[in-house]
């Protein structure tokens, strides 16, 4: 898919987009947080959110992710295997530090009223996993890659002549 780093860039900051946006809604609906915030607060934690998704996506889980995906592919010459084993090391990696910064700011919202830090962030992180697994191999995955190769491959300075 993408080919150098400006095309990995925007492919990540499409998928970011997407994934952070249904995952903001999903905690949100998961910790009855809608009728307790405005519009602004969501649009606040969307892009707070969307600003650490990336950033983790471009320095840490993402190239550590891909070099993991590699060499559990490294002997196969399926790309949809390759494809789908870098979606998934991403999702566990993204899922485990967003569940995290999710876990802060519900805390930071609401006060911290539990004794039971790593059971409260195993919830956490599998009730998004559940969540972000499916929605990144199912319906994100694809949806992005359809609209990278519409619109980020197919524009004329992404075009090599011949």
Do not use: W
């Amino acid at each position: 898919m993408p080919t150098n780093k400006k095309e990995s860039l925007q492919f990540g900051m499409i998928m970011c987009f997407g994934m952070v946006l249904v995952m903001t809604v999903y905690n949100l609906y998961l910790n009855g947080m809608f009728g307790k915030m405005n519009l602004l607060e969501g649009i606040s934690d969307f892009v707070i959110g969307f600003i650490i998704a990336l950033t983790l996506d471009v320095f840490l889980v993402g190239p550590n992710a891909k070099k993991l995906a590699l060499k559990l592919t490294a002997k196969r010459n399926n790309k949809l295997y390759t494809i789908l084993a870098i979606s998934t090391c991403m999702v566990i990696g993204m899922a485990f530090f967003m569940s995290i910064y999710g876990l802060v700011t519900y805390s930071i919202r609401n006060g911290y009223h539990s004794n039971y830090l790593i059971t409260d962030f195993l919830s956490v992180f599998a009730k998004n996993i559940i969540v972000a697994l499916p929605l990144q191999i199912v319906i994100m995955g694809p949806c992005v890659r359809f609209i990278f190769m519409i619109y980020i491959k197919s524009t004329p300075n992404n075009v090599e002549s011949v």
